[in-house]
């Protein structure tokens, strides 16, 4: 009987020719084996090249700045090249969990941990409640980064729209992006700051969802976040520069980073001491700081607007805004010098890029 016989359908009414049945002798029927057992594999290879194929579709598409597939164990490479003798962490945000965990009761005090300070924080976390990045970025299987630092290096590279199309755009302290927007862009996923480099109405230079990251330096900063979500009178006192006694930001996108990324920002990128008794305090820029959140938390970290200007005049511009200059950059608390050597490393490593020539 034959398979093939027009009056006798199989079931459900198809008409698959069963090829193995067409052939009646042996030999053919070994061959009818072998070619079921390719078609299998054929199907499996075809398989695994789909696979493959809306594997890498899903990741070139939500890294539209860089055709490289990313995400999971590239990124994982790429921090163990960094040798930096730590894990990665993506979980940015003091939490209320973390101080039910022995892991956050760390043993440094402030800039550097949350000693001393478990109770204040609490209550400023209890507070704001939602404490995470939302979800829409979380979920992305390929972050894409910038960090968008206040150099003057900047000015005139027209590089706003490509900045805006990363998933992540990272700001610091005071820096504008209105009439600037040519070449820094307009979006702000985060905007890094502490009290003295806070604005009085950040809803001037940031988006309705930026979230207003806190760097904790010192005790009083936590005050004076404090004073701003219980809607208290701000204490101005032991601050280098006054900070606004006022804040129209909205509470629900504080967020305080978590001392975790200045304190291996300092040690393991940086490798200077943390605690210095008899000089002056040498601390990270938020620069290179937002840098190194963005080594853990991002796929691709890509960087604008770092390095001062190699000029010799003291009286050449340091930022894309305002008037501050090299001169005024004297006193700082920072070491500019060994920030830019350590940006070089990372650079040379590929684990950042720069989006415009850079000296
Ligand atoms: C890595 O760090 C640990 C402490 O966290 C230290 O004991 C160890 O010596 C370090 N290893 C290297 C290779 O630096
Ligand atoms: C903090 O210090 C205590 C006592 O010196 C020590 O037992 C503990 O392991 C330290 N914790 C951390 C996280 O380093
Ligand atoms: C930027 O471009 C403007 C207009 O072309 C020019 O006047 C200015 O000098 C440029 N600035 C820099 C830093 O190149």
């Not at 504080?254 to 601390?283: E, F, G, M």
Request: hydrophobic share 35%; glycine share 6%; proline share 5%.
């Amino acid at each position: 009987m034959s398979c093939l016989n027009s009056e006798q359908p199989a079931e459900g009414g198809e008409m698959l020719p069963d090829l193995a049945m067409v052939y009646s002798d042996e030999d053919s029927l070994e061959h009818v084996k072998m070619f079921q057992m390719s078609t299998k594999t054929l199907w499996l290879w075809l398989l695994l090249v789909f696979l493959l194929l809306t594997y890498y579709k899903g990741t070139n598409k939500s890294s539209n700045s860089s055709m490289l597939p990313c995400g999971g164990l590239l990124t994982q490479h790429k921090w163990e090249r960094l040798n930096l003798n730590i894990s990665r962490q993506t979980h940015l945000f003091l939490e209320m969990k973390d101080f039910f965990w022995h892991k956050h009761l760390s043993n440094q005090t402030l800039p550097y941990g949350i000693k001393g300070n478990e109770l204040l924080l609490l209550k400023i976390i209890s507070k704001v409640q939602i404490n995470y990045v939302p979800d829409n970025i979380e979920n992305l299987r390929c972050r894409t980064c910038v960090v968008v630092g206040n150099g003057f290096s900047i000015k005139n590279t027209s590089l706003g729209s490509a900045i805006d199309k990363h998933h992540v755009v990272i700001r610091l302290n005071d820096s504008p992006v209105r009439g600037y927007e040519e070449d820094v862009g307009g979006k702000t996923t985060m905007r890094l700051f502490y009290p003295e480099s806070a604005t009085y109405n950040p809803n001037l230079q940031n988006n309705p969802d930026t979230l207003m990251v806190l760097v904790p330096f010192k005790q009083e900063d936590l005050h004076w976040l404090k004073a701003i979500v219980y809607k208290e009178k701000i204490v101005s006192k032991g601050f280098w520069k006054h900070p606004p006694l006022k804040w129209l930001g909205d509470i629900s996108k504080i967020r305080v980073l978590d001392p975790h990324y200045l304190h291996q920002t300092a040690d393991r990128l940086l490798h200077i001491p943390l605690h210095s008794n008899n000089r002056k305090p040498v601390h990270p820029t938020t620069g290179i700081l937002a840098v190194f959140v963005a080594l853990n938390y991002c796929d691709v970290v890509h960087i604008a607007g770092f390095g001062y200007p190699s000029s010799k005049n003291q009286n050449h511009r340091i930022h894309y805004f305002g008037y501050d200059t090299i001169k005024s950059m004297k006193n700082s608390y920072h070491d500019v010098q060994h920030e830019a050597d350590a940006l070089k490393r990372l650079e040379d490593l590929g684990a950042i890029v720069f989006l415009h020539p850079h000296t």
